[in-house]
């Protein structure tokens, strides 16, 4: 194993850890958060520490969320969750997971549950600068951070910004990168939102789930994919009420994901099918003119597809997709 990891060192595939780095502390900034009015809830995260993501976001739709990290004890995940679920407020659940833990005075972590109330712990023995900011509906913390400005503006901006959840909370990752975030550098990211519903075909809660596990510029990647993930939740959505027979109520969604991009092809075509299915003909028409424009490969599909079988014999839907 040891000679594969020099081979990949040699070819510059793998980046050297800093040989002060400890490879069970996940140094790094979070902030856990709740849109009530919206029903979502979710965590983002970044760190020098390869997939952050896979080791420090959990959240439970119409539950909470929470961020484990710095000598992480991810059990702290799922178990914070289920306290949560059974109606235990944040503080009293934070209690409740440090007292089992042999390593509490490591730990940090930040929790949120569905109705805002929040709590943030940083133990004694977290490497400095680590701590944390809560309020309603929030808990932003770090460790091995340039300093308390860190957190201080993530708290600030999340307090400050409008739009979804997952805008938010992305703009507090930003604003703490901004003023130094995790001292040792940058390597991952992630976001986690959860909504009731919100996956597709509406069989999870997991509205945006991303992540950013190697980069040089984890915190920039995580927003390009933020925008798709943006765009896909709004196509689920859409075509989760569509297939539910709810066609009008899955237009505006539809609408939405093509705002994000009016050049997807196939997020036009599928416009063309729930406009025609809520009684717009013309609509229909006119998105899937432009989506056989952008990709002819799709004509195949359109002159087969049970879902504009009401376009078929119209001159207009021929010309299309000859």
Same mark, same amino acid.
């Given at each position: ?16 850890v ?22 979502e809830? #979710? ?20 539950? #909470?969320?929470?961020a ?19 109606g ?21 972590v ?21 701590? #944390? ?9 770090g ?94 959505e ?34 063309a099918?729930i406009?025609?299915?809520? #009684?717009?003909?013309a ?6 003119a ?14 087969v ?18």
């Amino acid at each position: 194993m040891r000679s594969l990891i020099l081979l990949l060192l040699s070819a510059g595939l793998v980046l050297p850890v800093a040989a002060t780095d400890d490879v069970h502390d996940i140094a790094t900034f979070s902030i856990v958060g709740c849109d009530p009015d919206a029903g979502e809830l #979710g965590v983002a995260v970044a760190s020098r520490f390869f997939a952050v993501g896979s080791v420090v976001p959990w959240a439970k739709a119409g539950v #909470g969320a929470v961020a484990t990290q710095s000598f992480a004890n991810t059990s702290f995940g799922w178990r914070g969750l289920d306290l949560l679920e059974k109606g235990i407020a944040p503080a009293e659940a934070m209690a409740m997971l440090l007292k089992s833990d042999d390593h509490s005075a490591r730990r940090q972590v930040g929790i949120v549950a569905a109705d805002g109330r929040s709590a943030t712990f940083t133990g004694d023995s977290c490497n400095a600068w680590a701590g #944390g900011r809560h309020g309603e509906n929030y808990a932003c913390q770090g460790n091995i951070l340039t300093g308390e400005d860190v957190v201080a503006a993530m708290e600030e901006v999340f307090l400050n910004t409008t739009g979804a959840l997952a805008e938010r909370l992305y703009a507090a990752l930003l604003a703490g990168d901004a003023k130094g975030g995790d001292a040792r550098g940058k390597q991952s990211a992630a976001l986690l939102v959860v909504r009731e519903g919100a996956g597709y075909g509406g069989y999870t809660d997991r509205a945006i789930d991303i992540r950013v596990d190697d980069h040089l510029a984890p915190l920039q990647e995580l927003g390009r994919l933020l925008a798709l993930a943006q765009l896909n939740d709004a196509w689920n959505e859409a075509w989760t009420l569509f297939s539910a027979g709810k066609s009008g109520e899955a237009l505006p969604f539809m609408d939405r994901a093509m705002r994000i991009d009016p050049t997807h092809p196939e997020v036009l075509y599928d416009l063309a099918v729930i406009r025609l299915a809520a #009684g717009d003909t013309a609509g229909a028409l006119e998105a899937l003119a432009k989506a056989i424009a952008l990709n002819p490969g799709l004509k195949n599909q359109a002159r087969v597809d049970d879902d504009l079988a009401a376009l078929r014999g119209k001159d207009e839907f021929e010309q299309i997709v000859r």
